[in-house]
Every structure is written in structure tokens, then in C-alpha cells.
């Protein structure tokens, strides 16, 4: 098997993905097999720093640092377990020493199998502001919606004023159901849940939509990577 190398960003969204490799590489492979897996992750503060001030090639700097240490700690590939970094991901085309698997490739990729259509995108303001997701599902037919500008800030201020640092108030599992229901009512057939900590709140059981779960999905795209 190949070994993963995941470049972290917030640790929330890159234990779940570590986990989701973990636990589900034993349900594939045997009791207690994965692969091998190596992270390297920066203060998230410095990417922070850098998506405040609009520095993308600061944003791409710091994945390619960690990409190197990765390279050196004998990853034969990366992932990304955070979408609003992938903003800088075009900057990293010929600079990086490893190839990646792109968490928005891996999300569209689920939704041609399921047959969706049209799909709601949530996640960060940056993130659900930018074009990583449109490009990939524009690519394939799909169509999407944001929510409106007022949901995309509150959900913004949810996500990284209490989900990156772990904090779960039912309040903003209701403000998440009732964004979903919005998008539902734009005609969306499914959602992403275009921030890998987002599945701490949001589900199958309680969406209005069936979830796109970005995390997951990618720590399953990097399983099928390594076992290829």
C-alpha cells in the first residue's frame, strides 16, 4: 500500500479524515490494517493570516512546505482534509514533489455516481465564495447554489468561532438544518458540506438533503490512492 501523507490545516477536520482512513481502511483491508499515514500541520493561524489578507501564494507556501515534509517523511502522495485552502491549489501545479488527491475532485466525483444534479455548497465564506467548487462540478454538468450572502456569514462565523475549535451548540445545528432547507427549496437534490468539520453537526439523519460529506469522502478517495 502507499503511504499517505496528509498536509493538515485545522485539527478538527484532520482528525476526522485520519480517523475515517483508520477505521475504514480496517473494514476494507482487516482488523487493524491501514495504511501508512503521515501529517504535518502548521499553527492554523498562519493560514488564517493569509486568507484574511487575500494571500493565496502564502496560502500555497505553507501547503508546500508541509508537502515537502511529507515527501520527506516517505508519503508517496497528499491530501488535503481543509477546502477553503484548495483556493491555492492551481499555485501548487508543477511546484509540489508529490501528487494529490483534491478534495472538491473527490466530492463531484460522488455526486455523478449518485446521479445529483444540482447541488447546495456550505462550507466557509471564503470558501463557498470561491470558484473550487464550481469549477469541478461545471466540469461534469452539475449545477449549484450558495446560500444567500446573510446564511454564508453566520455559517462562516459557526464554523470557525465554534466548530474548529470544538464546540457543538444545538442553536447552529438548527442555523445549518434551516440553511440546508433554503437550498432544498432553490431546487438542490443534495449538499455539500464543503467544510471538513461540518460533519460534526450535519448528516444524513438530520439534513434535508443528502450530504455530501467532503471529509469523509476524500479520506475514502486517498484508501482507493493508496490500495490502487
Given at each position: 500500500?502507499?503511504h499517505?501523507g496528509?498536509v493538515?490545516?485545522?485539527?478538527?477536520?484532520?482528525?476526522?479524515c485520519?480517523?475515517?482512513?483508520?477505521?475504514?481502511g480496517?473494514e476494507?483491508l482487516?482488523?487493524h490494517?491501514?495504511p501508512d499515514i503521515?501529517?504535518h500541520t502548521?499553527?492554523l493561524?498562519?493560514?488564517v493570516?493569509?486568507?484574511?489578507?487575500g494571500?493565496?501564494n502564502?496560502v500555497?507556501?505553507l501547503?508546500?512546505?508541509s508537502?515537502?515534509r511529507?515527501?520527506?517523511?516517505?508519503?508517496?502522495f497528499l491530501?488535503c482534509?481543509?477546502?477553503t485552502?484548495?483556493?491555492?491549489?492551481?499555485l501548487?501545479?508543477?511546484?509540489?514533489p508529490l501528487?494529490?488527491?483534491?478534495i472538491?475532485?473527490?466530492?463531484?466525483a460522488?455526486?455523478?455516481?449518485?446521479?445529483?444534479?444540482?447541488?447546495g455548497?456550505?462550507g466557509t465564506?471564503?470558501l463557498v465564495?470561491?470558484?473550487?467548487?464550481?469549477e469541478?462540478?461545471?466540469?461534469?454538468?452539475i449545477?449549484w447554489?450558495r446560500?444567500?450572502?446573510?446564511?454564508?456569514e453566520?455559517a462562516?462565523?459557526?464554523?470557525?468561532?465554534?466548530?474548529?475549535?470544538?464546540?457543538?451548540?444545538?442553536?447552529?445545528?438548527?442555523?445549518f438544518r434551516n440553511?440546508i432547507?433554503?437550498?432544498?427549496g432553490?431546487?438542490c437534490?443534495a449538499?455539500?458540506?464543503?467544510?471538513?468539520?461540518?460533519?460534526?453537526?450535519v448528516?444524513d439523519a438530520n439534513?434535508a438533503?443528502?450530504?455530501?460529506d467532503?471529509t469523509?469522502?476524500?479520506?475514502?478517495?486517498?484508501?482507493?490512492?493508496a490500495c490502487?
Open positions: 500500500m502507499k499517505i496528509i493538515g490545516c485545522s485539527a478538527e477536520g484532520a482528525a476526522l485520519y480517523r475515517t482512513i483508520c477505521s475504514e480496517a476494507r482487516g482488523a490494517v491501514h503521515s501529517m502548521p499553527s493561524s498562519r493560514y493570516a493569509c486568507l484574511e489578507a494571500d493565496i502564502g500555497a507556501d501547503m508546500l512546505d508537502a515537502r511529507l515527501e520527506h517523511a516517505g508519503a508517496d491530501i482534509p481543509d477546502n485552502i484548495h483556493q491555492a491549489f492551481p501548487l501545479t508543477g511546484r509540489s501528487p494529490w488527491v483534491h472538491a475532485e473527490a466530492v463531484t460522488a455526486a455523478v455516481e449518485s446521479g445529483y444534479t444540482k447541488l455548497i456550505t465564506r471564503w465564495e470561491s470558484d473550487v467548487y464550481p469541478k462540478l461545471e466540469a461534469e454538468g449545477a447554489q446560500p444567500s450572502p446573510e446564511e454564508i453566520e462562516a462565523r459557526i464554523i470557525m468561532d465554534e466548530l474548529v475549535p470544538g464546540i457543538i451548540r444545538p442553536s447552529s445545528v438548527a442555523y440553511v432547507e433554503g437550498l432544498k432553490a431546487g437534490d449538499v455539500i458540506l464543503g467544510c471538513t468539520e461540518i460533519p460534526l453537526i448528516n439534513s438533503l443528502p450530504v455530501l467532503s469523509r469522502l476524500l479520506a475514502r478517495a486517498a484508501l482507493d490512492a490502487a
